[in-house]
């Protein structure tokens, strides 16, 4: 018998779907649950093809995350 998809938190339904990678139905339900592509914030690449760092783009991801972490902290304060 399967678990109830729809009752589990997605931390459980990731660990359930890496345990069975077969079960299509779980993994549909995870693709369900994503972000949808519109929501996303896609970043610019730290580093150029040959590998040295953009250092312009590595101040917006940094800030991008202080910024996030900074959200996260007033979330939990509230």
Not at 2 to 21: C, G, I, Q, W
Not at 41 to 46: H, N, Q, T, V
Not at 64 to 76: C, F, G, S, Y
Request: glycine fraction near 2%; proline fraction near 5%.
């Amino acid at each position: 018998m399967k678990p109830n998809f729809a009752e589990m938190s997605t931390k459980e339904l990731r660990a359930y779907v890496l345990d069975h990678r077969e079960d299509i139905e779980a993994l549909e339900i995870l693709f369900s649950r994503r972000t949808p592509d519109s929501q996303a914030i896609i970043y610019p690449s730290m580093f150029t093809e040959d590998g040295k760092p953009i250092e312009e783009n590595n101040r917006i991801i940094e800030e991008a995350i202080a910024k996030r972490v900074q959200q996260e902290k007033n979330n939990q304060d509230q």
